[in-house]
């Protein structure tokens, strides 16, 4: 084996004694697309997970364009692509199933995917275990349960854990941090002594999911039936594959004869089950649905992601997306810290970013729940007069669609300017569009083309001043081109924030621009101290793309229609 050679996880714990850069408890999809995120920095890491195999039946059904492409850094989206279904958006129904309002969906949105997918979560946990197995630096122990969770002072966390079925022998890792992906019942948030924010819904409610060949009545996207009397969620989800979620009595069971015929009527305004000659309920489960959020996410090197930070009502389709967006925000600053020297204070940017953010989306689900079940005064009749007459107002549908995952606020690693001229949209805190552009002879997405680097994205020569900051950070400078068209859809977007050039993060979120003719970033004394390191990442880390720093000549960038 060669110095530069990947070795594994188990190779790591070998050599070290048992010490490991970044230990993950729990290997549902938040877990495994922090390994294979933290991965492609060249951050090694073991994932403890009880279950032996994949949970079978479905759960998430849904993403956006965002959550497609970090999917993308994952490296699993081209698979993802065929066991995914676009959607056409979402549609408010008044409970005798018109329409009070449409958020339509498009096919492509900014982030290059479209911008509502379907998938079944069992299918895209087998594409993520599949990408898991081909990484060296992942390692992952099925069957395990992990006992306690300790940090003493600043030094290393300690994971005991012993196999499920076995002679219970304790064993135990040391890790430079430790990623809670353990689900609501967390023991990593326990031992964080973190608690519960009750953000004040609670409901039970019952999901169906069902195979059927019958002509099922779809327009192609989401229903959401706001009848507080019997609230309902419909979706398709496959081209043989829906699922139905009702919230029943705990006395309305679906089993047995009268079941049957309830789930019928039920069903009966999108199917007829007697003329459905196959009806097969892959499963049946009746769920709490419940707004928390952690108070805190971090303590030390522990943190919490996914449902163990945070649990979402589905009825934005954000939970699983909330969780993938967690660990997408974290792996980049871990890796920076771990292998590359970066002060430790940039980890308290995880719950300062994502905290609001999650917290904005539950909310947002949480309105959506009060709309489908928020009584049948004159006053709740009026408000469903309101939300459809308001989206008829153009525009308005879609800036709907945008607030599912609004600007990340001001902080350490993200400087807004006050106030901008106009109707001008302000660029930091927001993602960089991800157009497809020519590169190396072919035709691909930007982000394959940048790699894990940051990057200057700008469309004026660089002034002195911001080649330095480029040229010390390490970051990749492409010239973007002006087309005049959609073709030049980032010097569009640079010239709508009236910038000359933005400085994107790992995570393709803008940190700073460059205010049109200032010739200088913003903020860049703020968050520079943050931003240094000590040592170039390791051999390792995959940084694919051309060129890995500014000091050599800036990359033009060709947009291919």
């Given at each position: 084996?060669?110095p530069?050679?990947p070795?594994t996880?188990?190779?790591?714990?070998?050599?070290?004694?048992?010490?490991v850069?970044?230990?993950?408890?729990?290997?549902?999809?938040?877990?495994?697309?922090?390994?294979?995120?933290l991965?492609?920095?060249g951050?090694?890491?073991?994932?403890?997970e009880?279950?032996?195999?994949?949970?079978?039946?479905p759960?998430?059904?849904?993403?956006?364009?965002?959550?497609?492409?970090?999917?993308?850094?994952?490296?699993v989206?081209?698979?993802?692509?065929?066991?995914?279904?676009?959607?056409?958006?979402?549609?408010?129904?008044?409970?005798r199933?018109?329409?009070?309002?449409?958020?339509?969906r498009t096919?492509?949105?900014?982030?290059?995917?479209?911008?509502?997918?379907m998938?079944?979560?069992p299918?895209?946990?087998g594409?993520?275990?599949?990408a898991?197995?081909?990484?060296?630096?992942c390692e992952?122990?099925?069957?395990?349960?992990?006992?306690?969770?300790?940090?003493?002072?600043?030094?290393p966390?300690?994971?005991?854990?012993?196999?499920?079925?076995?002679?219970?022998e304790?064993r135990?890792?040391?890790?430079?941090?430790?990623l809670?992906?353990?689900g609501?019942?967390?023991?990593?948030r326990?031992a964080?002594?973190?608690r519960?924010e009750?953000?004040?819904?609670?409901?039970?409610?019952?999901?169906?999911?069902?195979?059927?060949?019958?002509?099922?009545?779809?327009?192609g996207?989401?229903?959401?039936?706001?009848?507080p009397?019997?609230?309902?969620?419909?979706?398709?989800?496959?081209?043989?594959?829906y699922?139905?979620?009702?919230?029943?009595g705990?006395?309305?069971g679906l089993?047995g004869?009268?079941?049957?015929?309830?789930?019928?009527?039920?069903v009966?305004?999108?199917?007829?089950l007697?003329?459905?000659?196959?009806?097969?309920?892959?499963?049946?489960?009746?769920?709490?649905?419940?707004?928390?959020?952690?108070?805190?996410?971090?303590?030390?090197?522990?943190?919490?992601l996914?449902?163990a930070?945070?649990?979402?009502?589905?009825?934005v389709?954000?939970?699983?997306?909330?969780?993938?967006?967690?660990?997408?925000?974290?792996?980049?600053?871990?890796?920076?810290?771990?292998d590359e020297?970066a002060?430790d204070?940039?980890?308290?940017?995880?719950?300062?970013?994502?905290k609001?953010h999650?917290?904005?989306?539950?909310?947002?689900?949480?309105?959506?729940?009060?709309?489908m079940?928020?009584?049948?005064d004159?006053?709740?009749?009026?408000?469903?007069a309101?939300?459809?007459?308001?989206?008829?107002i153009p525009?308005?549908?879609?800036?709907a669609?945008?607030?599912?995952s609004?600007?990340?606020?001001?902080?350490?690693?993200?400087h807004?300017?006050?106030?901008?001229?106009?109707?001008?949209?302000e660029?930091?805190?927001?993602?960089?569009?991800?157009?497809?552009?020519r590169?190396?002879?072919?035709?691909v997405?930007?982000?394959?083309?940048?790699?894990?680097?940051?990057?200057?994205?700008?469309?004026?020569?660089?002034?002195?001043?911001?080649?330095?900051v480029?040229?010390?950070?390490?970051?990749r400078v492409?010239?973007?081109?002006?087309?005049?068209?959609?073709?030049?859809?980032?010097?569009?977007?640079l010239?709508?924030?009236?910038?000359?050039?933005?400085?994107?993060?790992?995570?393709?979120?803008?940190?700073?621009?460059?205010?049109?003719?200032?010739?200088?970033?913003?903020h860049?004394?703020?968050?520079a101290?943050l931003?240094?390191?000590?040592?170039?990442?390791?051999?390792?880390a995959?940084?694919s793309?051309?060129?890995?720093?500014?000091?050599?000549?800036?990359?033009?960038?060709?947009?291919?229609?």
């Amino acid at each position: 084996m060669t110095p530069d050679e990947p070795r594994t996880a188990a190779e790591v714990t070998d050599q070290v004694g048992g010490e490991v850069p970044v230990v993950i408890v729990g290997a549902g999809p938040v877990g495994v697309t922090a390994a294979l995120l933290l991965a492609r920095h060249g951050v090694r890491s073991v994932l403890l997970e009880r279950h032996t195999a994949v949970y079978p039946l479905p759960r998430a059904v849904a993403t956006d364009d965002e959550v497609r492409r970090i999917l993308q850094a994952a490296g699993v989206e081209a698979a993802f692509a065929s066991i995914a279904r676009p959607a056409a958006g979402l549609r408010l129904l008044d409970a005798r199933h018109r329409v009070i309002a449409e958020f339509p969906r498009t096919a492509e949105g900014s982030h290059g995917f479209p911008e509502t997918s379907m998938f079944d979560q069992p299918e895209l946990e087998g594409l993520l275990r599949d990408a898991l197995a081909r990484r060296a630096e992942c390692e992952l122990r099925e069957g395990v349960e992990v006992l306690d969770v300790t940090q003493d002072g600043d030094g290393p966390a300690q994971v005991s854990y012993r196999a499920v079925e076995g002679d219970g022998e304790v064993r135990s890792l040391r890790a430079g941090a430790v990623l809670g992906c353990d689900g609501a019942n967390s023991l990593v948030r326990r031992a964080m002594g973190a608690r519960w924010e009750d953000l004040r819904f609670e409901e039970e409610w019952t999901a169906i999911d069902v195979r059927t060949t019958a002509p099922v009545r779809s327009w192609g996207g989401v229903d959401q039936v706001c009848d507080p009397h019997r609230p309902a969620t419909f979706m398709r989800i496959g081209e043989d594959r829906y699922r139905w979620e009702f919230r029943l009595g705990r006395d309305e069971g679906l089993d047995g004869e009268h079941g049957r015929e309830r789930l019928r009527c039920l069903v009966a305004p999108w199917v007829d089950l007697a003329t459905a000659g196959d009806f097969e309920i892959l499963r049946q489960a009746r769920y709490t649905f419940r707004a928390r959020i952690a108070d805190h996410w971090r303590r030390g090197r522990l943190f919490v992601l996914g449902d163990a930070a945070h649990l979402t009502p589905p009825f934005v389709g954000q939970g699983l997306c909330a969780g993938l967006r967690d660990a997408h925000n974290l792996a980049w600053k871990l890796a920076r810290v771990l292998d590359e020297g970066a002060d430790d204070t940039l980890l308290d940017t995880y719950q300062l970013e994502r905290k609001p953010h999650a917290k904005h989306v539950i909310r947002l689900a949480v309105a959506t729940g009060w709309a489908m079940t928020g009584g049948q005064d004159a006053a709740a009749a009026a408000r469903r007069a309101l939300v459809g007459a308001a989206c008829r107002i153009p525009g308005l549908t879609k800036a709907a669609g945008r607030d599912l995952s609004p600007a990340l606020p001001s902080g350490p690693l993200i400087h807004r300017r006050t106030r901008m001229p106009g109707r001008r949209r302000e660029l930091a805190g927001t993602h960089c569009p991800q157009p497809w552009i020519r590169y190396q002879g072919g035709r691909v997405r930007l982000d394959d083309m940048l790699g894990t680097s940051c990057v200057v994205l700008t469309a004026t020569p660089l002034p002195p001043a911001v080649q330095a900051v480029a040229q010390g950070m390490g970051a990749r400078v492409v010239h973007v081109e002006d087309t005049g068209d959609a073709a030049g859809v980032l010097a569009a977007w640079l010239r709508g924030g009236r910038a000359d050039a933005a400085l994107v993060r790992p995570d393709r979120v803008v940190l700073d621009t460059v205010p049109a003719g200032s010739g200088d970033f913003t903020h860049s004394r703020s968050w520079a101290t943050l931003w240094c390191t000590t040592r170039r990442p390791g051999p390792s880390a995959d940084r694919s793309g051309a060129r890995d720093s500014a000091s050599a000549a800036p990359i033009p960038l060709i947009p291919a229609p």
